[in-house]
């Protein structure tokens, strides 16, 4: 397969750069698409591609352009298009490499959605922990602008437009669609209620259209060569386009790699050298923190959308951490509930309160301090967490623990029981937080 | 993968290009300056401003926070909102290097726990903590993004990884950010 979003390649130690992605067939997509196709057409085309959000999502992107089409909104004042490079979802790291190695595919998907969608400027909001890759992508910007394929009449047509970095300070919910907004304006990021969304009142109650990183990646492959060329990239017959996957925790070559979508776990983790050491696994979490566990029973579904719902997990951000038969999978779970309970705005009770109370009963289990009813409570608690709270969260938060109730029950009594971890003594952790 | 995944050479075939596209669709914007107006431009810039000024200091003091505030027309409490919400924000002295040793669970997998209990043997100091040169501190952080690094920390602009977890690395790793820290500032 030839790699669509990492199709320039970096040397080591620096991003593609103008040339490079040029001569890889770069900004091909930006000029038909300026010069020949219509906005409507083109959000035409992103509907007929099969392109969904790699957010976590999976919200179909062409809906998503279409609510633009709207005739509010279009008097002459700003419409926004927004990109989500926060990406702090423990296990996570693919928006990152495309920054690092491929930052012009990135612009151009942007430059051709702006128009698509009639947008009047256009932002990208990073993580600042990024600190590399924003000076890759600065440096990119600035060559982008120099070439004219920014700012002002952009290729010698009537469309300009500009693109500018907004750095965050390093916070899970600026993820949010809605709470990235407000941090944009420089708010405290606590999310908005929607409706009304983004598209009707989005940056500073302008309509605004959010997208991930790598959504906006697939932009330029889906104009070039069409929708039915992007659906057949895929590898099952309900997906689309390539996928960004990576592997990490339990791997023993962790990586990122473009892959057809619908690449089964098994053929990505052997790419990966199988599970660190040569051991057995035990499960996986196969696109972020806030998706269930799958096990070695789940190694050939399609990594995709539809065939992992159907398992009981969601496909999330594709980068998946493998869990060897060496490593807890309630300890796993309460690391995800830390980082939950940490990086929750604390904007309503449910989730503020509610879990660091899941925490604090996982934590129990693991020290062996834990009765039986607890095990009720903890999954009572998880069930209740995400319908009541504001945003999705603590819905996400809720994932892992479904799946570690669907498939390591044994483990959960084992705890019980066995009066603690049964996997080994760990040297003492520090108790940090 | 099948054939149909190769692009047919001069893009897609038995396409009649439209007329160029009207105006009407896609306004111009030459002069946009991006921001709706000067008020919403500085607000924009007030992470920007509070992390200049926590280079500058150390860490955000409350004369930080008032002259942010003066410098992007915020009442000092609007500013706090937003200092005291950000990982990287520091409202307490935390060393002239913090050190942020990401513990989420692809770190955590790869011995997350063994980097930090050596970091704090080597620095003699625990998480939270300051060394008593006021030189280095150590703290937590969430997911860094660099998963297939683990386990790695953020010190200055890098982070670090995958980082060997006995004490001899851990000592040559401190030296190392040291001399980074020191050479980035002309110091030292
Ligand atoms: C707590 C939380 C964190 C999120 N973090 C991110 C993120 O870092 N990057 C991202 O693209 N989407 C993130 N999302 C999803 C966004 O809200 C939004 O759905 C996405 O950016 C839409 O882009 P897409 O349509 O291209 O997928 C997060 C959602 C939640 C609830
Ligand atoms: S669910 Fe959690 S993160 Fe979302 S608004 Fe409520 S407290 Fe904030
Ligand atoms: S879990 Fe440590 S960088 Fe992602």
Redesign the interface.
């Given at each position: 397969?030839?790699p669509v979003l990492l199709a320039a390649r970096a040397d080591a130690g620096h991003a593609a750069t103008l040339a490079s992605y040029r001569d890889a067939g770069g900004y091909?997509a930006l000029d038909?698409a300026?010069?020949?196709?219509?906005?409507?057409?083109l959000i035409q085309q992103v509907k007929d591609s099969g392109l969904r959000g790699r957010g976590g999502a999976g919200f179909p992107s062409g809906a998503k352009w279409g609510f633009m089409l709207a005739p509010e909104g279009r008097d002459?004042?700003?419409r926004y298009l927004v990109c989500n490079a926060d990406?702090?979802?423990?296990?996570?790291?693919k928006?990152?490499v495309i920054l690092e190695q491929n930052p012009h595919v990135l612009i151009e998907g942007m430059a051709i959605a702006s128009?698509a969608m009639?947008m009047?400027?256009a932002?990208i909001f990073v993580?600042?922990?990024?600190?590399?890759q924003t000076r890759r992508l600065e440096a990119a910007l600035a060559e982008a602008r120099d070439a004219k394929l920014l700012g002002?009449?952009i290729l010698g047509?009537?469309?300009?437009l500009?693109i500018?970095v907004?750095?965050?300070?390093?916070?899970?919910i600026c993820g949010e669609e809605t709470a990235l907004l407000n941090?944009?304006?420089?708010?405290?990021?606590n999310p908005r209620a929607k409706p009304p969304y983004p598209a009707v009142s989005g940056l500073?109650g302008?309509p605004t259209t959010v997208h991930n990183v790598e959504t906006l990646a697939c932009v330029p492959g889906v104009v070039?060569?069409?929708a039915?060329?992007f659906k057949?990239?895929a590898?099952n017959p309900e997906g689309a386009g390539t996928k960004l996957y990576?592997?990490?925790?339990?791997v023993e070559h962790?990586?990122?790699i473009e892959r057809?979508i619908g690449t089964t776990l098994r053929e990505l983790l052997g790419e990966m050298g199988g599970v660190k050491g040569g051991r057995k696994l035990l499960g996986v979490?196969p696109g972020g923190?806030s998706t269930a566990f799958i096990t070695p029973e789940h190694l050939d579904t399609p990594m995709d959308f539809d065939p992992l719902v159907k398992v009981g997990t969601r496909l999330g951000t594709g980068?998946f951490?493998v869990?060897s038969e060496n490593?807890c999978p309630v300890k796993?779970t309460l690391?995800?509930q830390?980082?939950f309970a940490?990086?929750s705005?604390g904007f309503c009770t449910p989730c503020r309160d509610g879990l660091p109370y899941g925490v604090d009963l996982l934590a129990r289990l693991e020290r062996g301090e834990a009765q039986r009813e607890d095990l009720d409570r903890i999954d009572h608690l998880f069930q209740i967490i995400g319908p009541n709270s504001f945003c999705a969260l603590a819905a996400g938060a809720a994932e892992p623990v479904k799946g570690l109730y669907a498939h390591f029950r044994d483990i959960l009594e084992a705890h019980v029981t066995g009066r603690g971890c049964p996997f080994g003594r760990?040297?003492a952790?520090?108790a940090?937080? | 993968m099948s054939a149909a995944a190769t692009p047919p050479p001069g893009g897609v075939p038995g396409r009649t290009p439209p007329a160029p596209t009207s105006t009407a669709a896609a306004p111009a914007h030459p002069q946009r300056a991006l921001w709706p107006d000067d008020k919403a431009k500085k607000r924009e810039r007030i992470v920007d401003v509070l992390w200049e000024l926590q280079q500058q200091r150390g860490f955000l003091d409350d004369e930080a926070i008032r002259i942010a505030g003066r410098e992007c027309d915020l009442t000092p409490h609007e500013v706090d909102e937003v200092a005291t919400f950000y990982n990287l924000l520091l409202r307490k002295p935390a060393g002239r290097i913090p050190i942020f040793v990401c513990d989420s669970i692809s770190c955590e997998l790869n011995g997350a726990a063994a980097l930090m209990a050596s970091l704090a043997r080597v620095l003699g100091i625990a998480p939270g903590e300051v060394t008593a040169d006021g030189r280095f501190g150590l703290l937590p952080i969430v997911c860094l993004g660099h998963c297939d690094k683990a386990p790695c920390l953020l010190a200055g602009e890098r982070v670090l990884g995958p980082c060997a977890t006995d004490d001899d690395d851990v000592r040559n790793l401190v030296k190392e950010i040291g001399d980074a820290a020191g050479a980035a500032r002309g110091t030292r």
């Open positions: 397969m030839p091909r038909t300026l010069r020949q196709r219509t906005p409507e057409e002459g004042g700003g990406e702090m979802e423990p296990g996570t790291f928006d990152r128009y009639s009047t400027d932002f993580r600042r922990e990024y600190f590399e002002a009449n047509t009537e469309f300009s500009d500018h907004h750095r965050s300070g390093g916070r899970y941090a944009f304006e420089g708010r405290r990021a500073w302008r070039e060569h069409g039915a060329w057949g990239l590898k990576g592997g990490s925790g339990a962790p990586q990122l057809p979490i923190a980068t951490i869990l490593d796993a690391n995800l830390r980082f940490r990086e705005c760990e040297p952790e520090l940090h937080a | -």
